[in-house]
């Protein structure tokens, strides 16, 4: 079956050191995103790519990138990580907007 | 630009009554609209969408919504609850350009 998976589930990082988030999916999508999950925000974009190559910034985009070389992945890295961005981070994936997303199960992050 | 509105951070319901949970939407055109519900420690499940057609529209696991235009709302009902519901609910428009805006979810609190 198809899915879209996350690695890792939990990580704990310092201060300051870069962070990749890897994000995998074998729906063949086009479009995958990244969001940010916190208490009394919801979820908020951050990085969103429509295939290979293309990559666009959502609204919570400093600190953050993505790459998208294949159309399987779309690893999002913190340049250098913050407490601020101590968080639960889900990656999805869409073939188009009128069959919504389908996500992954999630990273939870941690800066110390 | 879309966004979206749970006005109910948290919704306590006795199991076998009947639930409403109300989100009130602002997007310019035609509105992709979603439910979605999370389990904790999990990601984020569809349980219905709506983008033409019938406004009242159902979903799984009993679920429905009904699309209202005139008041901007799309509120996701159960006529009877049960404890397996508890969960965090979201609320989201998407749009053509495929990214969907989520509201800050509801919490669903289920009581014997």
């Known amino acids: 079956d198809a899915e879209i998976t996350q690695s890792p589930r939990h990580k704990i990082t310092e201060t300051g050191r870069q962070v990749t988030l890897a994000c995998h999916q074998t729906?063949?999508?086009?479009?995958m995103f990244w969001y940010r999950q916190d208490l009394g925000h919801g979820l908020r974009l951050i990085h969103y790519?429509?295939?290979?190559?293309?990559?666009n910034k959502g609204e919570v985009s400093d600190g953050y990138s993505v790459s998208r070389s294949n159309t399987e992945d779309l690893p999002l890295t913190l340049e250098s990580a913050a407490s601020s961005q101590t968080s639960v981070y889900f990656c999805?994936?869409?073939?188009?907007?009128?069959?919504?997303?389908?996500f992954g199960s999630g990273t939870r992050l941690t800066v110390v | 630009a879309q966004s979206v509105t749970q006005p109910d951070i948290h919704i306590t319901v006795s199991e076998g009554a009947s639930l409403e949970l109300r989100c009130n939407y602002s997007y310019g055109a035609t509105p992709y609209l979603f439910w979605y519900v999370q389990s904790p420690g999990q990601g984020l499940q569809l349980l219905l969408k709506?983008?033409?057609?019938?406004?009242l529209v159902q979903g799984i696991k009993g679920f429905e919504a009904e699309f209202k235009r005139s008041q901007s709302s799309f509120n996701l009902r159960k006529p009877s609850v049960h404890w397996s519901d508890a969960a965090e609910y979201f609320c989201a428009v998407g749009s053509n350009d495929y990214k969907l805006s989520f509201g800050a979810g509801t919490t669903v609190t289920v009581r014997a």
């Open positions: 729906w063949n999508h086009n479009n």
């Open positions: 709506y983008f033409s057609g019938d406004t």
């Open positions: 790519s429509y295939g290979v190559q293309d990559t």
């Open positions: 999805a994936s869409s073939e188009a907007v009128n069959y919504g997303y389908t």
